[in-house]
């Protein structure tokens, strides 16, 4: 009787226990699980080549990868190395706890104990784990995820807070950075390489230029635990990273990243090869050109059709603190010198004031206290109207613009949007001789309404704006037809027989007052490309004329995307 009795009371004490471990398991909290953690921007080009991570506020890169966009090949290394028990306990390895305790005794053999609630646990909630007390609330932690979400949902989130070396944490993140690829495209060998660094992030992180030992030595560990022949399944590959930190098109990427925050994903309008390949004229021609003092430049390039900007490149060097690389010379206002010309003309033919061939006079005028001259300091007397913009003369533009009226120039360039922070009447008649600063986005969406038949469209950088099939009407089609056909003109290094037989071209140069920027635009096949030569800080240089330091740059340009 009192063996039965006894066995009643065990039974008792083991029924209460269990039912406190139910309402203690029921009772415990829901804790966030990925509340507050900010995660890095991946900027892409049109083509989905990554052009730049971002940092999350607290300085990582952390790329959100939900679980089915996770390589199963990363996802299988990673329990194997971690946790192979992971999809059978509640969040904590009781086997693994007593042999990692009996571990702790003199001369015992130390083991990890820690699961992947556990170590999700530590990493979300900053827990210190080297004492008994850390441990124990990091149990509870574990305990208290697993209660509240599934098996998938805190594999992911581990997988999204793991450290994987330096500031990287999560697969995404980690597989962009050092194989330039997805997590969903990883391969055997890459996964493994990723799922051992984890453990010691410090000493395994993967490096360009060099192999690390210390991640080798774990990686034949993981072979020799999973009894897999690494002979065929990776002695080949070499844990390298592929690529160092990617910061591509940065004055672009800059822009966009200003413009589109929370946006996890961004795929951009920007063509990385077209912008590589001005990025590389632009290094050759101020190699060739730095005797002549020019050591900056910036280019523009858009597509007519859609106004998806193709190419933004705001300076020679982005990291050159000498030109001021990091400044943008694509937004920064500049003065246009002649490059306003052409809508001068173009209102003047909408209003009625002239057709191509009037003959207007290129002579000594004063408008008031107003006395411009032309650029050479020579008049040639009376000019057809084709030909006084065709050769840039200074005096009939002034005077065309004089007589425009309902739209002024001043009141045009208002209406399409250009900054003038002055009243009309203070820039007076400088307007079309580059009195005042715009911005190379500016120039481009100008000249782009010249071939949109005279429709004013915004330009595009990101693949969710919309396209605009109908612009503003800033000139009429007829005027911005007969403007382009007089800037169809020869290029400056071959004669008018050879260039028109090359594919038309329509372009035009600007040089400011002082000699302070060079300006060639121009309008080809479906895209408006336009070019900058000059010093953010103002130098001047007597080099820094549109005709000789700009459009060499800009046909070099052309030729080569064509």
Known sequence: MKTIGHYKKTLLAFSLLCACAAVTWIALPRPPLLDGISFSQCVRDRNGKLLRITLTTDQKYRVWTSLPNISPALIDATLQFED????????????????????????????????????LARLRYHLRTRTLGGKFVQIVRAL??????????????YLNLAPYGRNIEGVGA???????????????????SLC???????RRALFADRDNRSLDSALSDWYDRAKINRQFFGRSFSARAQTERIFLAPHFVQQ???AEKGRDDIVTTLDLAKQQLIERRITDYIRANRSRGIQNAAALLIDTRSMDVLAQ??????????????VDGTRAPRSPGSTLKPFVYALALEQGLIHPLSILSDAPQSFGDYDPENFDREFVGPIRACDALARSRNLPAVELASRLRHPTLYEFLRGAGVKLPRSEALYGLTLPLGGAEVTMEDLVRLYAALANNGELRPLRRTSHDPVALRGRRMIMPEAAFLTLEMLDLPRPEISRAYSDQAAPVFWKTGTSHGFRDAWSVALFNHYVLAIWIGNFDGRANGNFVG???AAPLLFQIIDSLR
């Open 174 to 192: 980690a597989s962009q950075i050092y194989f330039s690829k997805s997590a969903g495209h990883l391969t055997m060998p890459e996964a493994i």
């Open 313 to 326: 490149v705001g300076s020679a060097d982005f990291f050159n603190g000498e030109i001021q690389g990091q």
């Open 144 to 157: 208290e995820l697993e209660r509240h979400y599934s098996k998938s949902q805190i594999l992911e989130a």
């Open 196 to 202: 051992v660094i984890p453990q010691s992030p410090t």
């Open 547 to 549: 005709r000789i330091a």
């Open 256 to 258: 966009v990243v200003a």
């Open 84 to 119: 192979k028990y992971y999809r059978y306990h509640p969040g904590v390895n009781p086997v693994a706890l007593v042999r990692a305790a009996f571990g702790l005794r003199p001369g015992g053999a130390r083991s990890g104990a820690s699961t992947i609630a556990m170590q």
